[in-house]
C-alpha cells in the first residue's frame, strides 16, 4: 500500500546528517507565493536561499538570493539548484516526481518524491487515505477511477450525481466538471481529455476544514488546530481560525486523522489535510478530500495569528531542527484576494484601495507581487487579527465591503 511505499522518505533516509544550521542554503522547486513566503520564512532565520523557477518574473524569484531560471525537468538547472542547496523542499505538488528524485540523489529532499507522488495523484491519494482509514478514523468520499472509457460502464450510479476530477494537474477547481447522469459524465470525461480521472459522490457539505501538520526527519510532529474554509466558485475565499470555528471534538478528529496519515507517509515537512463535513447520523462528521505537500493557502493566517506559520514550520522541519509547539494568539480571519478586484465593473483595471482597508484595525495584507493580475489569479490574501472575534469580524466585514470580495455574505452572515 502507498503508506508502505512511501515509508522510506529520501529526507528520512539522511539520518546521519546533523541539523542545517542558519547560513546554509535552502532550495525550493517553485516560485510562486507560497514559494515567495517560505524564502521570506527561511530568510528572516538567517538562511541563504535558492528557487528554481522558469519564470523571470516568479515571485520567490524576485525575492531569493538565487534564482535558476529553468524548467522542472532541465537536468542542469537541478543539477545547480542542488550544487547551491544544503536541502530541497517544493512549493506545489506538480514539480515532476522524477526530478525530486534526481535531486534527492545528492541532497535531502523534503517532503520526498514518494509522498509528492501520492499528492499529486488523485488515484494514489485516495488509495492512501483508503489505506489509513480504519487507524486516522476518515474516510474519504465514495468515488470511482476511470482511467479508460470502458471503466465508464462499470460504474456503481451510486456515485451519481457528482464531480469528476483529473486525478492529475487540478488546483482552484481546474480540470473538474459536475456531472448528473451517466451521459454527462462520458460527455465530461471527453471534455476533461480521457485523462485517467477520479468520479466523487458529490456530498452535502455542512463546512470545509483543512489541518496543518509539520513532521521532522526524527518523527516529531505538531499541528495547528483546524481550521474553516469557505470556497467560492471551487477556490478558497475565506479561513477561520478561532477556537469556535469548529466543534472541538471534529476539529480534534481532523488534527489526529492529520496526524495519523502524514505519519503513514513518512512524510517530511509541512503538510496540510483538507476534509469535508458533513452530516452524520450522529452529528458531524468528517471525509477526508485532498492533501497538499507543503504550505497551504488555508494556512496563509498563521503568519500574522500564530508565533510560527506554516513556513516556519518548512523552514524547520527541512533543516532538521526541533519543531515548536505552534501558539495562536490572535483570532483571525484570511481573506483570498483575487485578480478580479483589480477591475471595475466595466473590466478597466484599478488598484484597489488598500490605504482604506490598512486603516482598519487588525489588518495585514500580503501580496506576491505578481505584475498582472487576472480573474481568479491569487495576488494576495488580507489577514484580519485581532483579541476578540467580534473586532475581527467587523474588521473583516469592512475590507470586504471595500475590496468587493465575494466573501462578504457569509462574513455578514457569521453569528
Ligand atoms: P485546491 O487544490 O485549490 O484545494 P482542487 O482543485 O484540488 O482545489 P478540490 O479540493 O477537489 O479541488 O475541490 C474544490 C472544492 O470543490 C472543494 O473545496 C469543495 O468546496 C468542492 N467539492 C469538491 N469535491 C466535492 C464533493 N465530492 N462534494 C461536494 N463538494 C465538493
Ligand atoms: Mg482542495
Redesign the pocket.
Known amino acids: 500500500m502507498n503508506a508502505q511505499r512511501g515509508a522510506q522518505t529520501p529526507a528520512a533516509a539522511w539520518p546521519h546528517l546533523g541539523p542545517l544550521l542558519p547560513g546554509a542554503t535552502l532550495g525550493v522547486m517553485g516560485g510562486g507565493q507560497l514559494g515567495r513566503m517560505f524564502v521570506h520564512a527561511a530568510q528572516r532565520l538567517g538562511y541563504f536561499t535558492a528557487v528554481l523557477d522558469p519564470d523571470p518574473d516568479s515571485p520567490a524569484g524576485r525575492v531569493s538570493h538565487h534564482h535558476l531560471k529553468a524548467a522542472y525537468t532541465d537536468a542542469q538547472g537541478l543539477a545547480e539548484l542542488a550544487r547551491l542547496s544544503a536541502a530541497i523542499t517544493t512549493e506545489f505538488e506538480n514539480v515532476p516526481a522524477q526530478s525530486l528524485e534526481q535531486l534527492a540523489r545528492l541532497r535531502p529532499v523534503a517532503p520526498g518524491a514518494a509522498c509528492v507522488a501520492i499528492a499529486q495523484d488523485r488515484i494514489a491519494e485516495k488509495a492512501h487515505f483508503s489505506a489509513c482509514a480504519a487507524l486516522s478514523g476518515v474516510a474519504c ?1 465514495p468515488h470511482a477511477v476511470v482511467r479508460q472509457e470502458q471503466d465508464l460502464s462499470s460504474i456503481d450510479p451510486a456515485v451519481l450525481p457528482g ?1 469528476l ?1 483529473s486525478a492529475r494537474l ?7 466538471l459536475r456531472v448528473q447522469t451517466m451521459q454527462e459524465l462520458t460527455q465530461a470525461w471527453i471534455q476533461l481529455g480521457r485523462v485517467a480521472c477520479v468520479l ?4 452535502p ?1 455542512q463546512a ?1 476544514c483543512s489541518v496543518l501538520v509539520a513532521r521532522g526527519r526524527d518523527g516529531q510532529m505538531v499541528t495547528y488546530p483546524a481550521q474553516r474554509n469557505l ?1 467560492i466558485d ?3 475565499a475565506l479561513t477561520q481560525a478561532h477556537p469556535d470555528c469548529l466543534p472541538a471534538a471534529l476539529a480534534r478528529r481532523a488534527e489526529d486523522a492529520a496526524r495519523t496519515l502524514a505519519q503513514a507517509m513518512g512524510y517530511v515537512g509541512l503538510l496540510c489535510i ?1 476534509f ?1 463535513v458533513v452530516q452524520g447520523p450522529e452529528g458531524p462528521e468528517l471525509v477526508v ?2 492533501m ?1 505537500p507543503r504550505p497551504h493557502n488555508s494556512g496563509h493566517h498563521t503568519l500574522d495569528a500564530f508565533d510560527h506559520s506554516q513556513f516556519d514550520m518548512q523552514v524547520l522541519a527541512m533543516a532538521g531542527l526541533p519543531l515548536p509547539r505552534p501558539r495562536q494568539h490572535s483570532a483571525a480571519l484570511m481573506l483570498n484576494l483575487l485578480g478580479d478586484i483589480w477591475f471595475d465593473a466595466q473590466g478597466r483595471e484599478r488598484t484597489p484601495d488598500w490605504a482604506r482597508v490598512l486603516a482598519l484595525p487588525g489588518t495585514h495584507l500580503h501580496l506576491y507581487g505578481k505584475t498582472e493580475a487576472r480573474c481568479g489569479r491569487k495576488m494576495g490574501h488580507l489577514t484580519v487579527t485581532g483579541a476578540k472575534l467580534d473586532q475581527v469580524q467587523a474588521s473583516a466585514v469592512m475590507c470586504a465591503r471595500s475590496l468587493g470580495l465575494p466573501a462578504l455574505a457569509a462574513l455578514e452572515a457569521m453569528p
Open positions: 468520499a464531480i476530477k487540478g488546483y482552484d477547481g481546474k480540470g473538474q466523487e459522490k458529490m456530498l457539505l470545509e470556497h471551487g477556490i478558497l483538507e469535508f478530500n485532498e497538499a
